[in-house]
């Protein structure tokens, strides 16, 4: 072998290849002129729980050409869930990865990479709700209302998924055991807090018990709640005596009396209805004397489910013969009824 040739030799063994399109990194030259270029996986977005595309990155340099063999780290900024690797080394080819784990929360997330001396990159995910899981009334199940009162009861429901998190843009149909039920809609879609705002609107006209279910239907999966409107006797427009007892037609409409301390054997009845001749129930009634004297027991009760109150007399002791009237009134309103007697002195 000539000498020239042996130094050729040696020297192509002791020395580097710089062939264009390819680099490693070499701490001599440093990190200046390199940087890294998202390939893929920007602006993903999936349900909660899921695995995302692997994000991909690609370290050059300001020749475009790939750079090999330096350390990337990933670390989640915001947002809830992991990151897999931490770290990675770039390949030949200048590429290294990392696939993202979202967790239960919905919300923005945001994935940082550094390396070194590098200008970092991060990049943006989102974290959707899963399939919804619950139904449930925002306010309340149940609502009482009278006859005579506009009905504003509130039937709006959310709609969440396992892990509580809002379903938007959920269908909820809602569905009326009676047609005289006049809802603000029969179908409509939860809002971004997963709300499907819905009210009735209506006043309804007969007592009873009626029921609105509230229904999200997605292929094999049913989810529902009810809500339970009662509908009670309005306010009290009337006040009378029960004709079925022989003591109110003797004593209040035949002008009859009572002995001085005598107790009546059976109370003195009234009834008080609504404005559509409904028996109010639980109306409060006080029963007065005009003398002061005559007692009653009880002197104050309430209206019983067919809209009925009894009060047992004693009439006042008196030495002659006196003029009484009995009164009850309905508390809280004008309504007042009279009874006019004589009381006898005892023989």
């Known amino acids: 072998m000539t000498v020239w040739r042996a130094k050729i030799l040696l020297l192509l ?3 580097p290849l ?3 399109g390819c680099g490693v990194f070499s701490a001599s030259t440093g990190f200046e002129g390199l940087h890294l270029k998202i390939e893929s996986g920007e602006n993903q977005n999936a349900p909660v729980l899921s695995t995302l595309e692997p994000v991909v990155l690609r370290l050059q340099n300001e020749a475009g050409d790939p750079i090999e063999g330096v350390e990337l780290s990933f670390a989640l900024l915001q947002g809830e869930g992991s990151v897999e690797p931490t770290t990675a080394l770039t390949d030949a080819a200048g590429l290294a990865h990392a696939i993202i784990t979202l967790g239960s929360q919905v919300g923005a997330g945001e994935l940082l990479i550094n390396a070194a001396e590098i200008e ?4 943006a995910f989102a974290t959707l709700p899963g399939e919804v899981a619950s139904i449930a009334a925002v306010a309340t199940n149940e609502t009482t209302l009278p006859l005579d009162t506009p009905i504003e009861a509130d039937l709006s429901v959310r709609l969440q998924d396992a892990y509580g998190n809002p379903v938007a843009n959920a269908l909820v149909s809602y569905h009326p055991s009676d047609s005289g039920i006049v809802l603000d809609g029969s179908q409509l879609h939860t809002n971004q807090q997963g709300i499907a705002n819905n009210h009735i609107g ?3 006209t007969a007592l009873g018990s009626y029921s609105v279910e509230a229904r999200y239907s997605q292929l094999n999966t049913i989810l529902s709640t009810t809500f339970q409107l009662t509908i009670t006797s309005g306010s009290p427009t009337s006040l009378a005596f029960v004709s079925d007892q022989g003591l109110v037609d003797y004593l ?3 002008g009859g009396m009572m002995f001085a301390g005598e107790m009546t054997t059976m109370p ?3 009834v008080v209805h609504d404005f559509q001749d409904n028996p109010v129930v639980a ?3 006080h029963f007065t004397s005009a003398t002061g004297k005559t ?3 009880p002197a104050v009760t309430l209206t019983d489910l067919l809209g009925r109150a009894g009060t047992f007399l004693t009439a006042a002791e008196v030495s002659v013969p006196t003029s009484e009237t009995i009164t009850a009134a309905v508390v809280g309103t004008e309504l007042t009824l009279s009874c006019n007697f004589t009381i006898m002195p005892k023989s």
């Open 18 to 20: 710089n062939l264009p």
């Open 13 to 15: 063994a002791t020395s």
């Open 252 to 254: 209040c409409n035949g």
């Open 268 to 270: 003195i009845s009234i």
């Open 202 to 204: 209506t006043l309804l």
């Open 120 to 123: 970092p990159q991060s990049v």
């Open 283 to 285: 109306a409060k009634i």
């Open 295 to 297: 007692l009653f027991d």
